[in-house]
């Protein structure tokens, strides 16, 4: 790097030292598809000011950083740092976590989940230690497990740690919904909450369309015995990542638009409701210390609300479950 | 289903729906300079209408479901995907990024007569489908292949742009900025000529606030600059190199110049970019070949080429530059 350029000192008169780190600064930890999807929807929407990049191997992060640099002639990014040091971080007003391990063949989840805490019992600290004030956004799966693993490593308040959870669910329940009635996605509005995974629950009582329920015109909607076989909908979105693994060998756009609204969400203090994974003690007779996604306002301050879901007999049944099968593998994890 | 569905029951229909949005683009090619480019379309909010064509229909699927499924965050409407190009039809804009990439040992003419041969099958079947879209070329070499795309579509010359020197020239103002410490945005400077080894660097227009660098440093950018600013140009030459050599490609720059030359275009913005154009009569370039120049983009693709005043090396360069060019396009077999 070149010392300080006389041709600069000629043109620019310094007035006052620059302020060390922008206001807006997010850090993502883990480059694979799912971290660079996220910052490089962050860059391209204006969302940050300055973004961190945090992983393992130099060479891969510094590719990345300098990739994402020469576009910000046409950015409103202004800093893209990227270093294995976790110092690279400090200052940050969110940290999105989308490292760890993936399942190996024959891999029972619960030593998937262990393997994981054992990462995150290194990089939860240093996060918190740089950036105590942050905002911790877990992106990893299983998320609702790692989301709770984070919360205990962080010794953060529970507002100021979540799971990116049904956040994604919910986005592909909407454009799935959106695709039968021939309208934009925005305008169908509906949740998945839960676990973000196979116990998910879709809340078919209240999707509705600018304000009519779909269940007071179709009573049996999302059950076994409607005909037009809205469940598939909900099948669709359980199977969704399976499928796009499948065929294209992992996912990253999508969950990369939901990581970015919701930076941006906080960011601006947008007050938004989405579905994220959060401590669920307490709701829908939940009695298990356990994360899972409900519809929660989110802000500046991470989560400041849970909203009080009127939920059918049924979905709270199935709320309940989810809760116990996340215990299960909660109460096993060596944190 | 039956006859009288939910959806219809809730929505009662007056008239027909439109065929497809006006801001349609196609993205032919669907590996990491495509989809970072069909990402920040959308991200940014600059297409209404996406479509994506390749030859894996495996791959298309995948990557057009993980697009929608984040569409109820975007403002993007529709995204469709075939190995079939009558996908495309309708699109204001067809970019292409499919293309062969160089073999170890294999020479740029035998590179380019694979791409030439692909480029046989992708054109004409965009034209039949959009035969009044603007083509933007990005796969590489890409001054040859816009030429090459150029001749196969049968357009006039300016609605077929390639990307060119626009990353060049952002690569040069961000590492610009870095010595000087201030933005970007705010550091203006062009790169020309071929995207690739033989560009110029137009040191004479560097500036920032309208102040020339060659005003406080007159040997800027020549070999007797003490702070050797030249190392600037070095660079932005070896950045791709550089970054594939550490990441294995380059994605996510390229994705964002596509995405604001499709927004200069889609907005008739007249932004001034460097873009690979046909340059026969600049400069005294004589030659009938495709080089990157300051253009003015809008809806109907180049509408001006930008007068630059160029010293006398870089004259020679870039007429050397139109050379090596000219080499390559004359074998080429169309």
């Not at chain 1, 302020?19 to 204006?46: D, N």
């Amino acid at each position: 790097m070149m010392s300080s350029s006389s041709l600069a000192a000629a043109l620019l008169s310094s007035v006052v030292e620059e302020h060390h780190h922008s206001s807006a600064k997010v850090t993502v930890v883990g480059t694979g598809q799912v971290g660079m999807a996220a910052a490089f929807a962050m860059v391209t929407q204006g969302i940050v000011s300055e973004l961190a990049l945090i992983d393992m191997v130099e060479t891969k992060l510094r590719g990345e950083m300098m990739d994402l640099q020469h576009g910000q002639a046409f950015l409103r990014t202004v800093k893209v740092q990227a270093s294995t040091d976790y110092a690279v971080s400090k200052g940050s007003k969110i940290c999105v976590v989308t490292a760890g391990a993936r399942q190996n063949e024959g891999e029972s989840r619960l030593a998937l989940v262990q393997r994981n805490v054992e990462i995150f019992r290194t990089m939860i600290p240093q996060l918190v230690k740089y950036s105590p004030d942050t905002i911790l956004v877990i992106v990893s799966n299983p998320v609702d497990i790692l989301t709770y693993v984070a919360w205990k490593l962080s010794g953060l308040p529970r507002n100021r740690v979540f799971g990116s959870g049904t956040m994604l669910d919910s986005s592909r329940f909407r454009f799935l919904i959106s695709e039968r009635l021939n309208i934009a996605p925005q305008s169908c509005h509906g949740y998945i909450i839960g676990e973000h995974g196979d116990s998910s629950v879709a809340v078919w009582s209240s999707v509705n369309v600018a304000g009519t329920r779909l269940a007071d015109i179709k009573s049996n909607i999302g059950k076994p015995d409607d005909p037009e076989n809205w469940e598939q909908v909900h099948r669709d979105v359980v199977s969704s990542a399976y499928e796009i693994i499948k065929l294209k060998g992992y996912t990253s756009w999508a969950i990369g638009i939901m990581v970015s609204t919701l930076c941006n969400a906080i960011m601006k203090n947008q007050r938004m409701i989405y579905t994220l994974s959060t401590l669920a003690q307490g709701f829908h007779g939940i009695t298990e210390e356990v994360f899972l996604s409900l519809p929660v306002v989110i802000g500046e301050g991470g989560i400041t609300s849970i909203l009080n879901q009127n939920l059918s007999a049924d979905e709270a049944r199935k709320i309940s479950e989810s809760a116990k099968t996340l215990h299960q593998v909660v109460i096993g994890v060596k944190i | 289903m039956e006859a009288t569905t939910l959806a219809d029951q809730l929505l009662v229909r007056i008239a027909e729906e439109h065929d497809h949005a006006s801001a349609k683009v196609t993205v032919v090619g669907v590996g990491q300079v495509g989809m970072a480019a069909a990402f920040a379309l959308m991200t940014q909010g600059v297409v209404s209408e996406l479509a994506l064509v390749d030859v894996v229909a495996d791959k298309l699927r995948g990557e057009m479901m993980d697009l929608q499924h984040g569409q109820a965050f975007l403002r993007t409407v529709k995204v469709v995907a075939s190995t079939d190009y009558a996908v495309s039809k309708g699109s204001k804009i067809c970019i292409v990024t499919a293309g062969a990439r160089q073999k170890e040992g294999e020479s740029r003419l035998e590179l380019v007569q694979r791409n030439v041969e692909i480029f046989k099958f992708v054109i004409p079947n965009l034209m039949k489908y959009s035969p009044n879209c603007i083509l933007v070329i990005v796969s590489n070499p890409v001054d040859v292949l816009t030429h090459v795309a150029w001749k196969l579509s049968g357009l006039p010359q300016n609605k077929v742009i390639g990307s060119g020197t626009m990353l060049d020239s952002s690569r040069f103002r961000f590492l610009i900025s870095e010595r000087l410490k201030i933005a970007p945005q705010s550091c203006h400077g062009y790169i020309i000529g071929e995207h690739g080894d033989s560009s110029v660097a137009i040191w004479s227009a560097v500036n920032v606030a309208g102040t020339r660098l060659q005003d406080i440093c007159p040997q800027i950018g020549t070999s007797s600059d003490p702070e050797n600013w030249e190392q600037i140009h070095k660079d932005v030459i070896n950045s791709a190199y550089e970054i594939i050599k550490l990441k294995g490609y380059t994605s996510w720059a390229i994705g964002i110049m596509v995405s604001a030359l499709c927004n200069a275009i889609l907005k008739n913005q007249k932004f001034v970019y460097t873009l690979s154009t046909l340059a026969k009569d600049y400069h005294g370039i004589k030659e009938e070949v495709f080089l990157s120049l300051p253009v003015v983009v809008g809806e109907s693709g180049v509408t001006a080429v930008f007068n630059q005043k160029l010293s006398e090396d870089e004259l020679e360069k870039i007429k050397q530059s139109a050379k090596t060019l000219n080499g390559v396009i004359s074998g080429v077999k169309m």
